[in-house]
């Protein structure tokens, strides 16, 4: 563990449990994010320069993430993890080209939009994108390069899209009881329906680019906190096939909510 790392507590949370390897580490924990263990199985690592931000609303169990290399993992609000969820932006070990010695196997930042549901045993691999509204099948890898949109769901290894224009209520089919529920097959709701808004989109690539920008963990927490984490826009991260980021810019209504922020003086914590 090296120094200048930073766990940011936006709220009350329960169960989180980091271990930082190198310095200027960033993990950000939002509002009533929930982390149980799974066989003894809930741990993140946060590597030198690495990001792991959590907004709110969350739940996991067994959850493990690790963020290397510099790179970020990028989870949204009200999102859903089941049992032994694994998220990678690093394959935790180089791999070099025999010919010329050059790395091949370098890290790539993965992004979780809003209210996702990732079924039991899903791995995210690096450089993966799921937008708002989505479903991971149980048992499913999103590989590298992968971009699924919102309102599907997605399963198998490598992730394949099996069904579009569906959407997800957290509420568990145990409880359901006939007798007071007359009609369960009908839920007449639109706050799961995504749509894609360009002036309001974030980009994944530009929130990158303004992240790699920064030489601090601090002022990542304070873009991160300012543009990602007061930003209430329901269609933040809704993408779908047809839609056209190209022109899209990273926009934000509030500005310096960071900086208004009152803190106790900072404390060195040392650790034997």
Known sequence: ?????????????????????????????GDNIQLYTFYGKQ??????SSVCYMDRNTTANGLF???????????????????DIELWNTD???????????????GQSVYVGDHIWLARRTTFLKDAFIASGSVIG???????????????????????QI??????????TSKWNSRINSNPKVHNSDSFKYQFEADKFLNPELIEAQLNSFDNPLDKLR???????CNTNKNRFALFKDSNFVESKLYCDNIGSFD???????QQVRFS
């Open 1 to 29: 563990m090296g120094g200048n790392n930073i766990v940011f507590f936006a709220g009350s949370s329960i169960g989180v449990n980091v271990e930082f390897h190198g310095s200027s580490g960033l993990l950000f924990v």
């Open 223 to 229: 873009f991160l906190y300012d543009y990602l984490y």
């Open 138 to 160: 149980r048992d499913s890898v999103a590989i590298r390069g992968g971009k699924f949109f919102s309102n599907a769901i997605y399963a198998g290894k490598p992730c394949k």
């Open 43 to 48: 741990h993140i690592v946060v590597g030198d």
């Open 65 to 83: 993430i690790v963020s290397g290399e510099g790179k970020n993992i990028i989870l949204g609000r009200d999102c859903m993890l089941s049992w």
């Open 92 to 106: 935790g070990h180089f791999i070099f080209d025999a010919l010329d010695d050059q790395v091949l196997s370098n």
């Open 260 to 266: 208004r922020l009152n803190f106790l003086p900072m």
């Open 163 to 172: 069904k579009e224009n569906i959407f997800w209520l957290v509420d568990a």
